[in-house]
Every structure is written in structure tokens, then in C-alpha cells.
């Protein structure tokens, strides 16, 4: 933020991304439209972050992402009036705050826009997390409205072949489903467009984040969290398509103008596990001041991590099988691989981990992480306790004087 | 010693009859965690599936792997595997339960050193022909895993034979909670827990004989004894690893007649076909018997299931239990509640850490509740 009174201090302004604007009006007019669907005739579906949304996209159907509203809540600092909401309706602390801010929500009708759109059915694919899966039940009992679940078996060493014909059988599950709740046919050829733009948006988001391996990196993980919502919410959409087509463009002139996010970027770090969307600003300027810049995080590169397995000309069913691996559905032995691609891709010099008491699919196991990247890699490491939502479990005071102390060892 | 406490015994004490074993048969033993592992399977490898119940110790080294956040019960597995406490084992089997399990199965694999290591992903919705087929198939790749692992090869001879050992345990636990319910004062509680928990580590092979014995003592002694006035009780919720619970629910004027544990009817529940395809029997109990909260099957089946039991068997009151930071009972209980409160059925809900609250503190809130019971 500039100081009002002054002038706009130009070195501040240069460094802004300029898109930001384009993504807010896009996000802005995208719930408009979902929460005016019940005027338009359009039916919504509750999908998870993690889910395929491509059907959705060529039946016409609107996706919502409690998720994302999730993060919204966060990102506003509601979540604690919200999660204690659901505490009282008897949900425990300690479940996953974006499913208690957002059952929270559903009854208050709170929250930052004021509510989701209720959903006409609710698509749960487990390929994030099993919590997911609760939740889509609770929110199927409370609106009265189908559940299908997407069950993605997770790859502890292998896929064996019995999982990959599993989940393309359900792949057609899921369309009969949408066709019932729909009243109408799938029609093909459109889904195979949406399937190709999927993959070109997928690309392109992997493009803009790849421009952080560029020293200054144009951008940070903190930026790649704002500008994540386009890729989980119109994937498969040629709006989608183009934003990060604007996006990216605007990354690669940064990089030929040699302009940097972080002022004077010295100290590269890779982060791991979602935001803490309450403290975003705060944690990136903390950071900053010790001139250390995030340029690169497993959380947002998870969606287009799944690109290798995607086959443009067989969409729907190498989808199913490549949502199958995404980074947190995978071992850890699977996951320390990609992270030692992203150490070195990325050139960081330090790895910083969000353990994220709502997140235990992500969290538990981190330790184990860590130790493997201490020794096999050598870099520092740092373990941030925290939510992602929930401000009653992030500690500043302590959350500061690590950052300071890991810092101190990154300069020594 | 009589049967039932020769039970007790290898409840108090698993890991002494375990290497008791281990010095004296050649029985490898596979340590799991959740009713959905496929006991069957392991019984016909000629191997004993035992399953943990985490520790009661203090934690010294798995604190290196977990966060403060997951529940007790795997951290106390954990804690058990890295300090050698299970050196007995052979290996461990993972089926694929909640989020913090499937984790526990990567830090176990890489961290405790066990010569086997399996993970059956088992389908989590289980309404489909499609997780019909997968649920078959990953049995059997599990059975072919184990084939190799331990060297042996499991003919469907042995499976039918297992599938067959096994429904008679079942069966025999039925009958034994079926009498229990019926003549409270001559079961103890506890001793329910002790058997149950006898039943889920012994060699089972030696276990049915033992639980025919059981039972057929108990018949002897009969329905005289004369109806007690204390409140029925039910249980719900995941594990139980508290005898203690039992006696003070008894000490406060109540009477644990029946529960909807994964430790104790959703153990028994349900019977595997013995004719056919023997491991596309064992996943047809899967589909068919009472779900766990981290697996799919309908909206509703859960409320309903205990809706029925507190009818059936003419419960007071129930009591919610569950571990800390355990994810699938923490999102059902709600709605479980909300069915109870329906019905007019007062409840209680006990979310254990890793210790039970102080026994003063808990006898006053047993007292409380029980007094408020019909
Ligand atoms: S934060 Fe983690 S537990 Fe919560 S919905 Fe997302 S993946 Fe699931
Ligand atoms: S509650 Fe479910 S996941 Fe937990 S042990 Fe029981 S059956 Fe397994
Ligand atoms: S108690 Fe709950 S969290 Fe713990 S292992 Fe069982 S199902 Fe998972």
C-alpha cells in the first residue's frame, strides 16, 4: 500500500502485478453469476478443489468451491466467528476449519459474500483428503441434495492397474450422474473442447509459476495464491485460458525488465502446504524485510503438477487417473521427489513448512520431510505450526522469532 | 485357569502373549490397526493378525514424526513400533481408512524397520459395482502380496477354511454380547472389553475353542440371575481402549449393554459366504456390514443403524466416544446426535485424548448423565 498523503512511491508501482484487477473483476462477476444462478435456471454443483470440473464446465452447470470460499473466509478474517459457529452445532475444533467456517456459513448465511449459492448436488472427489468426504455428507443432509463421490484410491507405492480402471469406470458414473441431474445428454465434442482448454490453461498457470525459477523472481507464492482461484474455479474455460495467457505475458516482461517482487531478492525459499490466508501480507512482508523471497510453493503448482498424466486425445480418461496423483493423494517417498525437482528447478535456497493443523492429509509426515530434505539435500528447513483459517491456532510472537532464527541461519 | 480369564490375561497384557508366541510357534504375527483389515486372509497365510491399540505410555519418539494434531491412537502406534515394543511383528498390514492412518502407513514404512510392510487401498464408497470390483480386486492382490511376502501360498482351501474360523468367532462374540445384554449381572462390562480385545490379537485358531468354551460355560449358568436395576448403556463412536470406563459406568448406576464400536459389533457384524469365490466373499461382508464414518454408504445408514439398536436393545442412554482429532467420528456426530435428541435418547459425548479426564472428574459426569436416564 502506498502512504496516503504521498505520492504513490513509483518503485511500489512498478512492481505491482497489473493483472490483479482483471482477476478480481473476473472472480467478482463469476459470483454474481453463481449466486444468481436460481434467475438464470442454471443448476449448481458443490465441487472439492481437487475435483474434475471439466464435466461440469461442458454440461453448463455452475461449480462452486466451498473451498475457495473457504479461503475467502480466511483471507477476510472471519474464520474464527465462523469455525466457533460450527463448534457450537457440536462440530469439533479440531476438524478442518475451511469445512467449519463453511458449515458455519450455511447457517448464518454470514460470511465475506454473504453465503455460497446452494447447491442443486455436491461432487466429492477424495482425491485431497478424506475429510472432504464428511463434509460433503453433512452439506448433502443439510440442503437435501445428491452426493457423488469420486473415490480416487491413494498411491501408497503403485496404481495398480485395478485402481486406473476404477476410476475411469467412475468417470462415467459421474457423467450418467450429471446427465440424470441435468435432464439432458453429455454432449461429446464439447467436453472434448473443454478438456483441451483445461490442458491449455493447466499449461499456461505452470508457465507463470515457472517464472519464479527467474532470479529476481517476477512474482512470489503469495501471488501465485491470489492468482490460484482461476485455475481451481474456470478450469476448462476460455476465460481461464486467457487470464493466464495475460499473466504469464505479464511474468515474462517483468523478467526482461528485470523486475523483481521482493526489492532485493537474496534468499530464494520454496514454500509447502496452503497459505495462512489471515496473514498472507503480513508473512510476505516479513519475509521481505529479510530480503527473502518465495518463489516457488507445492500448494499451487499441485493442480497443473498432474499435466504428465494427461492425454490431450483421451481426456476424461487419463483425467481421472492423473487426479489420481495429485501432490497430497501420493506417499511421502513420492512427495519428496517432487520436492527435490521443485528445490532444484526453483534454485532456493530454504524450504518453509506450513504445518497446518487443519490439513493432515498435507501436514503429518512433514517432520519426515523435512529430515529427508535437511540430509539428502541440505538445505535449512523451518516448521510453521499454524491454520490456514483458523486464527486462534497461528501464534505471532512465536511464529516471528522463527522466521527470525531461520533467517540468522540462511545469512550465516 | 478358566477361559475367561485366561482372556483377560492376554487382554491385560497382548504384547506378552505375543512374544510368548513368537518364542514358541513359528506363527509369524501382522500388527493393523482398523476392523477393515482382512483377517481372513492373514488366517489362512497361517499368520495371526493383531491389532494395535496404540500405548498408554509416555511418548518419547514419535513426537520426531507427528504433530501435536492426530489422535492418540496413532501416535501411540507409532511410539510402540519405534521404541521396539512391537518387535514381535513381522510386519504390518494398512487398509485404507482415515487421513491420519493413511499417513501413519508411509512414516511406519520408512521409520519402524518391519520386515513387511502392506497397504490394501480398499474402496472408501462402498454403493457401487464398480467399488465392488475394485474392493475384490485389491483382496486379492493382497492375497498374492502376502503369498509372497511370508513365503507361503494360500490355497482357497485355506480361505474357506479361515472364512469359516472366522464366522464362528463371530458368531460366538454375537452370542456372548446377545447374553450379556440379556443377563448384565453375569457378564461384567469390562469383561466384554476384555474378551473383545483378546479376540482381536489371539491366534485364531486357538480363539474359537476357546470363545466355544465361553459360551458354552455361560449357558450353563444361565439367565438365573435376577434382572439388575442400573440404566442401559450404549457406546458409540471409534476405538475403546478404556476398560476402565466400563466399571465406572457401572460404579455410577449404569450398564454398558451394547455398543457401535469398530472394537466391538462392527467386529462381529455380518457373516462371510462359505460357498463361492472365498475373497469375493470376504469383500461382500465389507459392502454389506455396518459402515465406519470413514467409509461411504448413503446419507443416513449410521442414524438409522443406531436408531435401531437403541430399540432393539432398550438403551437409556448413549454415550459418544472417540479419540481427539479423529476426523470421521468428529463430522458424524453431530447428525448421530441430532438422531438421538429425535428419538428422546439422552447422550453424552466423551472425546478422549490420551489419557482419560481425571476419574473424579469423569465418575461426576457418568453420575450426571446416568441420573438423568429413564
Ligand atoms: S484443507 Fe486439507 S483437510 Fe481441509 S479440505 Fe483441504 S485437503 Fe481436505
Ligand atoms: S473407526 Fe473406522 S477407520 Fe477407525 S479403526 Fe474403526 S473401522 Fe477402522
Ligand atoms: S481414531 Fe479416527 S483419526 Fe484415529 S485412526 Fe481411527 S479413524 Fe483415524
Redo the contacts with the bound molecule.
Sequence with gaps: MSDPGQGADPEKERRKIKSVQKMKEIMTNYYIEAKGAADTGKKVAWITSGGPVEPLIAMDVIPVYPENHGAMIGASKMGVELCEKAEEMGYPRELCSYARSDIGCSITGGGPIGGLPEPDFLICCNNICGTVMKWYEVASRYYDVPLFILDTPFTHREFPPAAKQYVIDQIYEYIEFLERQCGRKMDYDRMQEVGRLSVEGLRLWQAVLDSGAHKPAPMTAFDAFFHLALIVTLRGTQEAVDYYRQLRDEMQERIEQGIGMVPNEKYRLLWDNLPVWYRTKWLSEKFAAHDACLVGDTYTSAWSGVLPYIDENNFLESMSVAYSQVYINVSLDIMIDTLRRMIDKYDVDGLVMHSNRSCKPYSLGQYDLQRMVMEELKIPTLVLEADMVDERSFSESQIETRIDAFMEILKS | MDTLENLRAVAQDPYGYARNIQATESKPILGY?CSYTPEEIITAAGAIPFRLFGTREDISRADAHLQSYC?S??RGGLEDALTGRLNFLKGAVFPH??D??QRLSDIWRLNAGMALHFDAVLPVKLTTESARNYMIAVLNDFRSELEQGLGVTISDEALYKANHTCNRIRELLGHIYAFRSQNPSQLKGSDIYYIMKAAMVMDREVLVEQLAHLWADLREKGGEAPPTDRKRVLLSG??CTLPDIYTLIEDAGGEVVWDDLCTGTRYFEGEVRETGDPVEAIAERYLSRMVCP?KHKGMSVRGEHLSRLVREQQIGGVIFL??K?????GFDYPYLKACMDRAGVPTLLLEVEEQLPAEGQLRTRFETFIDMLE
Design positions: 490397526f489422535c491412537l496413532v481408512t482415515c491420519s492412518i471409534g476405538i470413514a472417540f479419540l482429532f479423529c476426523e470421521p467420528h
